[in-house]
């Protein structure tokens, strides 16, 4: 179990993931895709726009950081464009007007090199508050993938496995004191959830640092309480989309993780007011207690524009601050 | 064809559907804008199942963000909620909530069809939801009972049949892949598709089944009012063993080819698995098609696959 070493009375506040990237760096994207700009410009460019992202989430004194994945296009793409055996394939459509490249598992999956930890001590040499190593999960990744090589989706998903848990290490090995294996794909098959629990085992088990994975818009209500047998410290769960209709299966099993709170709905133009999201935290705290939540925003929150992030990501902070202070009352 | 087919254009091309979309959203284009793109889209998607040798086609969805949503934005009584995952698949679609009665406000899809059919030489299939599917896929905060909600919408979908119908749909498929998940609603869904079924006349029907076997529903769907019934024998292969149930006379849509992967599968594999199938239909009562809706595959793979299935077709004919 990975411990927490965070300052006070615990609903932390953080992120999922993916920050919005701003308009510089979407332009720089489309001009290295047309050969106009060399990949070390566009790397400066990420590299600027993750050093703004670290000093906003410092400027509103968020606890546990994201280095926002201002390189990453997709979350399995990014993975996908690195290691042997998968390859990128062509657009398919996630939701509404919202497309990604899928991957193509070409041959045997595996990974040469660290993928991620250059950009994690980047953004970490940036702070001192500590910033979370961000993976994608070995199932999520063969369920957003075509398969064209492994005769069946098991292997495929124990390759990936192997290969994110080497990246882990690399991870915790370079410093990182919380590593996310986001699985937003666990949720989708039932009878697949233990394929999940085996691959997540392969990737923590050598572990000793606080282990988060990130799960959404799926079947919960079936996947609960099964999904606590994910080896993982903590579960982070979407509940504004939701409308926190999960809370009433804790009311049945209690949660005993640590929870990543989602509180607010990141596929809407429409914020959230201070005060809906404070309520949202206080209806929480009763199924979860304040040293074992952190809270944040349902998803990554790439789809939304700069501004709109910095606000939901303020508002988080100031609903939080709300209620840390009445639960201080209630304390003393 | 079972439904949608790609909307991104091929490796290179310009995706005028998307740009067109993010300018409304910016307030820097018109709804005719759009408009204009979902129907030059739709003409391309023609083109392509057309090209590909498929007898009857369907408008390629061009212009819906995802079954339901055509539905909901038109008819009285529904919001459009949070999104949720599409079945088993990496696609999401916004929930429909039922927060009032369920009333028609005039038809979804039907100026579509006519679009499609004013452009394509082979006949047009109208797709829309099952009364079933809708229940379950929707949030009912009205009705509070899942029967009454079903019954509720099935009137409403009879409407779109019958108006579908009169715009000259000789083809109608009713999608009801959620009825694979939920055998016990057979009976409920016997009434429902009953009343859509009944304003159908003179369209033939297909009701279209996927992402999974049907064994779980049992041979009763071979009992549901429809001139066709669907299967998707790629996630379901078991339900090749329900056709060899299947009463005499009974139409099939076999969904053969693989329409969530890539991999392409060797014509003889096809011709073998139809093989099987005909030894207990006769081939004129047979159908061939896609899995499911193609819009899981990237646009180059989702047309090689459609000319795999017309290639398949022209061989297993001769």
Known sequence: MGEVDLPGIGMWTTSVGSLPKPPYILAARSQRARGEIDGSELRDLERRATKEWIEFQSSIDTDLLVDGEQYRGDMVAFFAEEMPGLEIGGLVRSYGNRYYRKPIATGPVGRDHPLTVEWWQFAQSLTDRPVKGMLTGPYTICDWSFNEFYDNRRDLVLDLARAIRDEALDLERAGAKYIQIDEPAASTRMDELDLVIEAMGIVTEPLSVHTITHICYGDFHNAYPKMLDIPVDQIDLEFANSEYALLEAFERTPFDKYIGLGVVDVHSHVIEPVSEIADGIRRSLRYIPPERMFVDPDCGLKTRTVDEAKQMLTHIKQAVDQVRSEVAVALR | ?318
């Open chain 2, 1 to 318: 064809m079972v439904g949608s087919y790609p909307k991104p254009p091929d490796e290179g091309e310009p995706f005028v559907l998307r740009k067109a979309l993010h300018s409304l959203d910016r307030g820097e284009a018109t709804r005719d804008d759009v408009e204009k793109a979902v129907e030059a889209l739709t003409e391309q998607m023609i083109t392509e199942q057309e090209n590909a040798g498929i007898d009857i086609i369907t408008d390629g969805h061009a212009g819906w963000p995802d079954l339901l949503r055509p539905f909901a934005e038109t008819w009285a009584g529904f919001e459009v909620g949070g999104l949720l995952r599409w079945f088993d698949n990496n696609t999401y679609y916004r929930r429909p909530v039922c927060t009032g009665p369920v009333e028609c406000r005039g038809p979804a899809t039907v100026e579509a069809f006519r679009f499609a059919s004013s452009v394509a030489s082979h006949p047009v299939k109208a797709v829309i939801p099952g009364p079933v599917t809708f229940a379950r896929l929707s949030v009912d905060e009205h009705y509070r009972d899942h029967e009454k909600f079903v019954m509720a919408i099935a009137p409403v979908l009879a409407q779109e049949v019958f108006e579908l119908a009169a715009a000259g749909a000789r083809y109608i498929q009713i999608d009801e892949p959620a009825l694979l998940g939920a055998p016990e609603d057979v009976a409920l869904a016997q009434r429902a598709l009953g009343v859509v079924v009944a304003e159908a006349e003179p369209a033939e029907v297909t009701l279209a089944t996927y992402f999974g076997d049907a064994l779980r529903v049992g041979p009763e769907i071979f009992d549901l009012p429809a001139d066709v019934v669907g299967l998707d024998l790629v996630s379901g292969p078991a339900s090749i063993d329900l056709i060899e149930h299947a009463p005499r006379g009974a139409k099939i849509q076999a969904g053969i080819i693989d329409a969530r992967n890539t991999k392409l599968e060797p014509v003889d594999d096809l011709v073998a698995m139809i093989d099987s199938i005909e030894t207990a239909i006769d081939d004129a009562d047979l159908r061939l098609s896609p899995s499911a809706g193609l819009e899981f595959l990237p646009r180059e793979k989702a047309r090689a696959k459609l000319h795999r299935l017309g290639e398949v077709a022209e061989r297993v004919r001769t």
